[in-house]
């Protein structure tokens, strides 16, 4: 079985660079898709859905080293997990966990983020392992 998501979005705040005890990089950042629409009647509409998006490894480094709050990123992977909530306002949301494969940098510098070099690029994740839920320090 295979499955395969993709979004394209704007990272929501800075990735966050971790490793495992066995040293292994681990990267989490938030990226933010967003929809827009006008309705039969001339009203503007918009939604936002957040990802919460995990890179290992090499990936998970340069992501960590290449992106910022607000740059503008297409992300492949494989939907790890959906998770409902309650927030503070007591409406009911979802949280989506997404394991990434590959991450596109879309636009340049001024997109948001800071970039050393490459302002676009692709980074695969090709050599991902899973790794236990014990043993990632977060």
Known sequence: MYQAVTILGNLGSDPELRRTPDGT???SFS????KRWTTKDGQQGEKTVWFRVTAWRRLAETCAEYLGKGRLVLVEGEMQ???????KDGEWRASLELVADTVK?????????????TTNGT??????????????PF
């Open 25 to 27: 990089p681990v990267t």
């Open 123 to 136: 980074i695969s994740g090709a050599d991902i392992a899973m790794v236990a839920d014990d043993e990632v």
């Open 31 to 34: 990226v933010a898709v967003n």
């Open 81 to 87: 997990e959906a998770r409902a909530y309650q927030g």
């Open 105 to 117: 940098f879309v636009g340049g510098r001024e997109e948001g983020g800071t970039t050393s070099g």
